[in-house]
């Protein structure tokens, strides 16, 4: 099955967006990578020594591998400031992919929907493949394709809560609404939650938190991995109707007299 | 009197054998080559789990924060049985950010470090300089932390290794590479012999992945290697933070800039990758720095655990034996608390914290 992602004319064998932050060690963080088999990478830009960027804290581990990079503006407050972290990031030669990412709220870092739709615009226009994290409304998630986005990424709950997908019935509407791709990010906990992600219709999943903060990291990459696979194969091949009622599995046809 | 038998004379095995031996234990200390050669003495010597500790309040916070409240007590203690002094500075830190959307993240931090009694100031980056006038132009914004604070480690290793002397501790260095024998919870076979112990507490920081088989358990520990240089001057009055590395200035005279990390087995010598890249730092954030070369550059190995967390504690299917390993940058800092909690299992005290998330039976293999 030649079951590819493709975003921003770049095709993907895995269909998992790797964040790079909060591992608790260089060795843990390359090991979870290459179990995870991810090939895009995000990280926040204002973290990033953007001088040099192989000469950062976190990306000069990767090596000569090479991945995707999807920078991300969180921190942001508004568009505004989105907009010029983008430039930042893109300038320094990181990459023109960016992912959008303004809160104004530290406590819930939920993403603010009106400044999130100016700044997929504004970058969309400039020529960024601009990928927004947005909150699981399906009309706004329609806004953001109508403005640009190369793919949208509702949040299945807050960022780094590990509660999963709150509105299974929202991720749903949007995944068949949308044409571009539908990343499910932010909230995501376990391989279940992957998986039910991935049967809710989802091109992909961004994972930070559930990987990194496991207690081992490697092999939760590698059951993260395997959940996507499942999950995509199980969207793909079609659950069957939920009844009230029990139906035999084996039925009298079968049985030989 | 029991007797506790540590293997590992690093920061972590010393202070709890200082620890035990003050609560009365007969006390031996069995290192492979010479106490604090290794991590302990290579260390930066922060104390500055606040700047570290970005994400949330975990038991690891918890761990640390108790640590740091020890301190002042515990460096006294230190001071007065090895009747030598040294480098312990409450100098405070800033956390320095070069871009405003680092702003958000620092005003988290702050928010539920202050539920915690912690104080902290966010200045702009003019009142930053202000505080520390070495510091660049581009810096954005500070996040000031009072209660932080440094110690010379080599000196602290140095006073550790005499109050146990003193205080009647035997070390034994040269020891070789210790093993656990087959079927004798009490006992150590080293290059000097068998040594017993009622407790065997095994201190060995990276080196800790060996115990694995003798224990017939997980201990997911690897060495990371950390490379710092230092400068002759300029001094610096806070200990400076940043995204990509940290300043430190000592009263002798020197300004340390760690680290830089890498993953290269058991190999303690610097890199040119590892050294440049502080040294541009270095220049980007103190920019008196431009003209100056480091005089001084080394390496040590931090014990990293899987999941990030220091492995603590009884191994309860052997009872005799403890583990006190996978301190990774902070066992400096967590010296004396680590010593509190093993001391306390040993003699069966109730601990502090909680020490749940630190137990060495939470690795299992998979």
Not at chain 1, 114 to 133: C, H, M, Q, R, S
Not at chain 2, 133 to 160: F, N, Q, R, T
Request: overall charge negative.
């Amino acid at each position: 099955m030649n079951d590819v992602l493709t975003i921003g004319g770049k095709q993907f064998d895995s269909r998992l967006f790797l964040g790079t932050g909060r591992y608790p060690n260089p060795f843990v963080q390359n090991q979870s990578i290459e179990a995870s088999e991810a090939e895009v990478l995000t990280f926040a830009i204002r973290r990033v020594n953007l001088n040099s960027p192989d000469e950062d804290a976190i990306l000069q581990h990767l090596g000569d591998k090479t991945f995707q990079y999807l920078p991300n503006t969180s921190g942001a407050t508004s568009a505004e400031e989105a907009v010029r972290i983008a430039k930042l990031a893109r300038s320094s030669g990181l990459s023109n992919w960016i992912k959008i990412e303004v809160s104004r709220n530290d406590k819930t870092l939920l993403p603010d929907p009106i400044e999130t739709v100016k700044a997929t615009e504004i970058l969309a226009n400039d020529g960024f493949v601009v990928l927004p994290y947005t909150s699981d409304d399906p009309a706004l998630c329609y806004r953001l394709q109508e403005a640009g986005a190369a793919a949208v990424m509702p949040g299945g709950s807050p960022i780094g809560t590990g509660l999963g997908i709150l509105n299974p019935y929202n991720i749903e509407l949007i995944t068949e609404e949308l044409t571009v791709p539908v990343i499910v990010d932010a909230g995501l906990g376990s391989a279940a939650d992957v998986t039910k992600a991935m049967e809710l219709g989802a091109d992909g999943v961004l994972l930070n938190t559930a990987i990194a903060k496991a207690r081992n990291p490697v092999k939760m990459a590698e059951a993260v991995k395997h959940a996507i696979k499942a999950g995509r194969l199980s969207y793909l091949s079609g659950r069957i109707p939920k009844k009230k009622y029990a139906t035999a599995s084996s039925t009298v046809n079968y049985i030989s007299k | 009197m029991a007797s506790v038998s540590i293997v590992g004379g690093g920061v972590i095995g010393l202070s709890i054998a200082y620890e035990c031996r003050k609560r009365g234990f007969e006390v031996t200390v069995i290192e492979s080559g010479v106490c604090g050669g290794q991590a302990s003495g290579a260390a930066a010597g922060m104390l500055a789990p606040y700047s570290e500790i970005t994400e949330d309040p975990d038991d690891f916070f918890k761990l640390c924060q108790r640590s740091l409240n020890l301190y002042p007590d515990w460096v006294e203690h230190i001071m007065q049985s090895s009747n030598e002094s040294f480098e312990f500075s409450n100098c405070g830190s800033l956390y320095a950010i070069f871009h405003e959307a680092d702003l958000l993240s620092l005003e988290a931090k702050k928010r539920w470090q202050s539920e915690y009694g912690i104080q902290s100031y966010l200045l702009s980056g003019d009142e930053a300089r202000e505080k520390e006038p070495l510091l660049s132009d581009d810096v954005y914004a500070a996040l000031w932390c009072p209660a932080e604070s440094h110690i010379y480690a080599p000196g602290y290793v140095k006073a550790l290794i005499q109050a146990c002397r003193n205080a009647g501790v035997s070390i034994i260095e040269h020891a070789g590479e210790a093993e656990l024998v087959d079927g004798e919870p009490h006992l150590v076979s080293t290059d000097k012999g068998l040594i017993k112990g009622d407790f065997i507490v095994l201190a060995t920081g990276a080196w800790s992945q060996n115990w694995e088989k003798g224990l017939n358990c997980s201990l997911p520990v690897f060495p990371i290697r950390g490379q710092i240089c230092a400068y002759d001057g300029p001094s610096l009055s806070h200990i400076v933070f940043t995204s990509q590395g940290y300043f430190v200035g000592k009263e002798n005279g020197t300004l340390i800039a760690g680290a830089s990390e890498d993953i290269a087995g058991f190999n303690t010598s610097v890199t040119e990758h590892g050294i440049n890249r502080l040294e541009s730092w270095s220049k980007k954030v103190l920019p008196d720095l431009r003209e100056e070369r480091p005089f001084h550059k080394w390496a040590g190995l931090r014990p990293a655990s899987q999941d990030g967390f220091p492995i603590i504690g009884k191994v309860i299917e052997k009872p005799s034996i403890l583990i006190a390993s996978g301190h990774y940058r902070n066992g400096i800092l967590l010296s004396p608390v680590t010593a509190e909690i093993i001391a306390n299992e040993i003699e069966e005290m109730p601990q502090e914290i909680p020490i749940e998330s630190f137990r060495p039976e939470r690795f299992q293999f998979v």
